[in-house]
């Protein structure tokens, strides 16, 4: 049985940083990509950011140079280090999983979703 689960996340002021976690089991963890997505209230979900199972990552250019992505295989788990957190960075954020080589961008490359966690950036 495949979960993802994600933690972190909660409210921070314009600046400041937060970092989320994301825990998937049930997929042979070295060759899954995983990947974020956020979606705000009446928007469409949208890519955050993810990496492959060689460590490569990718990001949208919204957040580029502000949030990293990490991986550790020993842990089965990836991060999402976000950095000068903005207001338009608030909503709920989902961890996705895909067994595959590289990081897609679109949320129905994703078979396999986390729970959603909020982040709020207040200005």
């Known amino acids: 049985q495949v979960q993802v689960v994600q933690s972190g996340g909660g409210l921070v002021q314009a600046g400041g940083s937060l970092r989320l976690s994301c825990a998937a089991s049930?997929?042979?963890?070295?060759?899954?990509?995983l990947a974020w997505f956020r979606q705000a209230p009446g928007q469409e979900r949208e890519f955050v950011g993810g990496i492959g199972r060689t460590g490569t990552s990718r990001y949208a250019d919204s957040v580029k140079g502000r949030f990293t992505s990490s991986r550790d295989n020993a842990k089965n788990t990836v991060y999402l280090q976000m950095n000068s957190l903005k207001p338009e960075d608030t909503a709920v954020y989902y961890c996705?999983?895909?067994?595959?080589?590289?990081?897609?961008?679109?949320?129905?490359?994703?078979?396999?979703w986390g729970q959603g966690t909020q982040v709020t950036v207040s200005s």
């Open positions: 049930g997929l042979p963890f070295t060759s899954t990509t």
């Open positions: 996705a999983a895909r067994v595959g080589l590289f990081v897609q961008n679109s949320p129905s490359d994703y078979l396999y």
